[in-house]
């Protein structure tokens, strides 16, 4: 048996390079695989392995006092969900540029637990914005809240001012994956003037292993960023399909990679017409496929 574990926390690291090599060096002699992002910020991680592993993984973060309190949120995975693994500096934990400041160690939206959010949802009176970005909403989602038409979180302050900057004293929800998306959204839409702003604490996955909320209101998979692609999140019996097949828009939640390498786009596509179009996302690509192919032949 395996474990996937995903976490962040947001503090100062002094010299993020050596740190990095310090952490890799540790991952790799627990044979673990994954990405784990290092910076000033702090540090964002996701990895697999083996369940000892991953134990004495956690034991052996949680020894720094730094990151003593910061919460590994645990999914049982039949084998490694990453291929290699990647350890790496960068400017921001999230790449967001934003032109306001965004510093979650400072101020951020009001956190909600699963059982708060499923209310504040259920009373009707707040806007619930997704975090994060189209094609992740579009396999799943919370019920009624808005699709985000960005293809990279760094589009967000655009996109905020253009579609709620009248909306600034409105009570808006914000959820993404694990949570640290919305550490950085919320610090920037309380920077740029909104009142009223919240955040799912500890993100979707978290919601979906609340024992009393058991995922409801959440339609569809959770996607993720690792080779199982999506997950479940709603465990009640009402659950539902969102994901439509970018060819036929019959329900699915089959997300493939475009044949064309050239492409490679991941879309939705169900089984009949991923078969058709020769596992491509549209007649185009599967036009480059056949020339490609006739070019090859002798």
């Known amino acids: 048996m395996y474990h996937a574990l995903l ?19 540790l991952c790799q002699s ?9 910076s000033v910020e702090g540090i964002n991680g996701t990895v697999s392995g083996p369940v000892d592993a991953c134990n004495a993984y956690v034991l052996a973060v949680h020894a720094d006092p730094r990151f003593a309190e910061m919460p590994i949120k645990t999914d049982v995975v039949p084998g490694h969900v990453f291929q290699k693994l990647f350890v790496r500096v960068k ?47 579009d396999i799943g989602h919370f019920r009624g809240a ?25 009570p808006i929800l914000t959820y993404c994956t ?26 979707i996955v978290t919601y979906g292993k609340d024992e009393n909320v058991k995922g409801a209101l959440w339609d569809g998979l959770c996607y993720v960023f690792d080779e199982r692609i999506a997950v479940a999140i709603n465990h009640t019996e009402d659950r539902r399909v969102v994901g439509r097949c970018i060819h036929c828009d019959a329900p699915t939640e089959r997300y493939i990679n475009c044949a064309n390498l050239l492409c490679n786009k991941q879309h939705i596509a169900c089984e009949a017409c991923e078969k058709q179009f020769e596992h491509t996302c549209s007649v185009a690509c599967m036009d480059v496929i056949h020339d490609t192919a006739a070019l090859a032949t002798p």
């Open 7 to 25: 976490y962040y926390a947001f503090l100062p690291i002094e010299d993020p390079e050596a740190f990095a090599n310090e952490h890799r060096a």
């Open 30 to 38: 627990l044979g673990l695989k994954g990405r784990i992002l290092i």
């Open 91 to 137: 400017k921001e934990l999230v790449t967001f540029r934003a032109d306001l400041p965004s510093d979650p160690t400072k101020v951020t939206g009001q956190h909600l637990s699963a059982a708060e959010w499923k209310d504040r949802i259920e009373r009707g009176d707040a806007i619930i914005l997704d975090g994060r970005t189209d094609y992740e909403f």
């Open 146 to 170: 808005i699709r985000p038409d960005v293809e990279s979180f760094r589009e967000f302050p655009t996109w905020i001012r253009e579609h709620l900057g009248d909306k600034r004293n409105t």
């Open 178 to 203: 694990g949570g640290i998306r919305c550490e950085k959204l919320t610090s920037y839409m309380i920077a740029d003037g909104f009142t009223d702003v919240y955040q799912l604490d500890g993100g």
